[in-house]
């Protein structure tokens, strides 16, 4: 086991036999990679993931170009280094690829193009927050993924109707003192997104071809 405090906190954080068990509320950029194990994602469930937005929920938050964004954690499976992604040419623009994540093919999407229309920079920071949705498993690609938060009901705001109609898998915006952080509704990314039957059918062909 190694342990260490992570920086901008005062709480430790744990790497057993390669798996981060995140306790603190920073994620760290020593290693980089963290999975929530079964039992912290249920203690998580249970504290609040599944429930409505009347109560403070736990958030990933990373930052896409210059703007910070924020994923309700019950999403999320694991935030991995955005490495080894191979490229697939016929698939949507938005698609950096492929990749194999504890044994599971996903494709990985570009965060940075879906929002910005721009592809990301390599970087030391960048980060894959690999997702679970009812349509499909994936890896989103950002600039870095920064920390898990409780989220105060009060700090979250809806939008706008047209700001709705225009990006609808925004679910909000969260004043967080001088922060203005963007929350996205993965499942209704994953429906939003061109392409995607395209995608999910050349995942279920690959899946099968592996077989």
Do not use: C, W
């Amino acid at each position: 086991m190694i342990s260490g405090r992570a920086s901008g906190s005062s709480r430790f954080f744990f790497l057993t036999e390669g798996t981060f068990y995140i306790v603190n509320s920073r994620i760290s950029k020593k290693y980089g990679i963290f999975v929530i194990d079964m039992h912290s994602r249920q203690g998580l469930l249970a504290d609040g993931g599944t429930k409505a937005m009347d109560e403070n929920k736990k958030m990933i938050v990373f930052q896409v170009g210059k703007e910070e964004y924020a994923i309700p954690i019950e999403y999320v499976i694991s935030i991995e280094k955005a490495e080894d992604i191979t490229p697939i040419p016929h698939l949507p623009a938005y698609v950096k690829g492929i990749s194999k994540v504890r044994g599971e093919l996903i494709p990985v999407i570009d965060f940075e193009h879906i929002l910005y229309d721009r592809s990301q920079a390599d970087s030391d920071a960048a980060r894959m927050i690999v997702l679970q949705t009812e349509e499909l498993s994936l890896g989103a690609s950002v600039a870095e993924a920064k920390e898990i938060i409780d989220m105060p009901k009060e700090a979250v705001k809806e939008l706008g109707l047209a700001a709705y109609q225009k990006t609808t898998y925004f679910s909000g915006v969260a004043a967080l003192g001088s922060r203005l952080i963007t929350i996205i509704d993965p499942l209704r990314l994953v429906q939003a997104l061109e392409g995607i039957r395209e995608i999910k059918e050349f995942m279920k062909d690959r899946k099968e071809e592996a077989v």
